[in-house]
């Protein structure tokens, strides 16, 4: 589903690549976890997926095809088969939960019909039903990440990326949106997820791929993740 061959980024203004002969295989239907410290390199490889940026050397794959090959007026296409959450929800602050969730299909041209079915199912789905016409200042954290989420899938995407989407939310709360990240792996779709919360990715016992300065260290099928190891050993 998500092929790295080789893959180097180096940005123009370091020296040091941001990753570093990245090869990796993430088949459909996997979950896999993205860890390492910050500026290991886990947002270059999400941004790498949805062609946000270009690789230095090697080649990206996504659902068999190399991205350097797609033409930009196809790239829209590309990213609507990918669906992406931040640690920052980024909601649109003055639309209502639904039309948030609804504007994701109004873009790709889904008529009202369809869109007014498939939102309610899609809040549902994220544990927001009777919260459609709150504003996003009127949620909690966890609240809105679902918002966030459910605006992500509705599209039926092939695959999610997720980056540090518990990063503001307490640990309660985390559970709950891993829970929900976990459902909607069930029902078929590849999950990436970068984070560096050790107590998540050693509850869920994924796939863990490791990264250290842009270099694959550790890549375990059921794996842990050691975030501080510099506080354990002193
Ligand atoms: N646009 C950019 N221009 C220059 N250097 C960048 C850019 N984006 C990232 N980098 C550098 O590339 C390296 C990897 O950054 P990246 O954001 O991928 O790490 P990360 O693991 O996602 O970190 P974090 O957990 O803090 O988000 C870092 O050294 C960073 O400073």
Redesign the pocket.
């Given at each position: 589903m998500i092929r790295f061959d080789d893959v180097t980024k180096t940005?123009?203004?370091?020296a040091?690549p941001?990753l570093d002969a990245v090869s990796l295989d993430i088949d459909r239907g996997e979950f896999v976890f993205l860890v390492?410290?910050?500026?290991?390199?886990?947002?270059?490889?999400i941004r790498l997926v949805l062609k946000e940026d270009r690789a230095s050397r090697g080649a990206v794959y996504v659902a068999g095809q190399n991205v350097a090959n797609i033409p930009s007026w196809r790239v829209p296409r590309l990213r609507r088969g990918i669906g992406v959450v931040f640690q920052d929800f980024r909601l649109l602050p003055n639309k209502t939960v639904f039309a948030n969730v609804a504007f994701a299909m109004q873009v790709i041209g889904r008529s009202r019909a369809v869109i007014r079915e498939t939102v309610p199912d899609v809040l549902a789905t994220v544990g927001l039903e009777g919260k459609d016409n709150r504003m996003p200042h009127e949620l909690s954290g966890g609240e809105q990440q679902r918002v966030a989420i459910a605006r992500a899938i509705v599209n039926r995407p092939g695959i999610l990326l997720a980056?540090?989407p518990t990063g503001n939310l307490d640990p309660t709360t985390s559970m709950g949106i891993m829970k929900i990240l976990d459902t909607i792996n069930q029902n078929g779709t590849t999950v990436v997820m970068?984070t560096?919360d050790d107590d998540i990715v050693n509850t869920m016992r994924k796939r863990v791929v490791e990264?250290r300065s842009?270099s694959v260290v550790r890549d375990d099928a059921q794996g842990i993740y050691v975030g501080r190891p510099e506080v354990l050993a002193g």
């Open positions: 940005y123009d203004t370091t040091q941001a390492g410290a910050s500026g290991s390199g886990k947002s270059t490889f980056d540090e970068a560096h990264l842009g």
